[in-house]
């Protein structure tokens, strides 16, 4: 009897523990995807991610294919798919990784019970994390609610075993049934604006590793300088292949350990950032509503005066701030923003605009190619002030001043918004401040090639902070 692989988020053939262990029982096995858009809800996956799906499934069913097996496709309610192939092929057994989306739980809970109850042997595995959610608490055994104390316990007493090979003695079981994968219609057709993607990206497993690869080489040892600098390439971009599961945290960190740089002080931050994952997953586990609820329930009251106008202007990078217009375009080009970009124009959203964070999160849900439930909904929450562990909501990013520092020589800036290229350094973060000769000079004419400032960042703060002391002391 086969036994299915449910792939879902872990499209990779090594260090996939369903498959690992369905391999071990001998039996042939079944490869499986499934587009399932209904159980997720709002939180469907959004055009960029889409569009990474098709490419990561294509590359997932290529690997397949060279080990003389087929990925099979099927669209619709997962639990009915299943049912379906298991009639058609007799399988014994459904294996998946484990998601933790709340919708996911609900979803594989029942269907677990259901296999389990029509004598069908379901089992999950522990694939996307270091540590399970439940397999970490503090002293007290409530779940951890600070990064730092999470980190220092995932180091000390959770650190992952090796990750495993890519399973060397599978047989497959031949289904010819299914869709196919473009009958999944995840890519855009009209308009096709996948082309910054494409430039940008190659998803899959083996892009996935290269990357990693070229990241160890050069990358890891400034790590800690270069992050913070969106000009450079001094971040893994690793991010959608993680969210895919194209690639394991768990390969990722003993690729770290083995890498020549194992001691270097940029591999302990880095590390640490895979750990932000891990934490962001183990909030969203303990607080499923972590995605469309203030975490601190006084943001409640929090009074979000914004205008659909400024949302739109910031959506389209055209807000007048060049860091928040050159990351909105960054994103909206590549479906990517360096880090700190992203905190940047989240607090713009947040605090100058006045706009609930939700509002952000579901635009960069849909832009992203790594939008990720748990990292997205905790970094906004983050950035709000609403969130766990989150910057208090009195800091206020300075855009320009932010600018200054971490793109002084507006590289990053120039790369994003060609109108402004020829400013001086000088101008070229807040451009209304020069002088009137000085932008004509370099063709700049605000509020014609370039907006004027939406708003005043000085008055904006101080609106921003008016409205949280009326929440402040509320429960
Ligand atoms: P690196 O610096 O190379 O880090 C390595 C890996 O660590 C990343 O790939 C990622 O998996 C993890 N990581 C790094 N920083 C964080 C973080 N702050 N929180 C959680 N994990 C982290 N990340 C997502 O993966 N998906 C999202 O939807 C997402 N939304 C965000 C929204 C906002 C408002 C902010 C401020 C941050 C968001 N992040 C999100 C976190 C972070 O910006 C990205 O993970 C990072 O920029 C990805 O680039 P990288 O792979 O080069 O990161």
Redesign the pocket.
Known sequence: KPVIVWFRQDLRLADNPALQAAAATGAPVLPVYILDDDAPGAWKPGGASRWWLHHSLSSLARDIEQLGGRLIFQQGPAQACLDALIEDTGAGAVFWNRQYEPWARKRDEAIKSALNEAGVKARSFKGSLIVEPWEIATKAGAPYKVFTPFWRSLKAGHTPSEPTARPDALTFHDHQDGCTLEALKLLPTKPDWSGGLKDNWTPGEAAAHGRLGQ?LQHGVTE?SDR?NLPAEHG?????????FGEISPRQVWHAVKRSAHAQAEGADT?LS??A??E??YNLLYHFPDLPEANFQSKFDGFEWTGQAKDLEAWRRGRTGYPIVDAGMRELWATG????RV??I??SFLIKDLMIDWRE??AW??DT?V???L???S???Q??AGSGADAAPYFRVFNPVGQSEKFDPDGEYLRRWLPELTNLPNKAIHAPWTADQSVLKKAGVHLGETYPEPIVDHGEARKRALAAFEKIKDSA
């Open positions: 990241f790590y992050r971040t893994s971009k690793l991010s959608p292949h993680l969210h880095y950032e895979i932000w994952r934490f962001s990517w923003m360096h880090n992203r905190m124009v989240a952000g999160e960069f849900w992203l790594d939008a990720d748990s990292s997205n905790a970094s906004w983050w950035t």
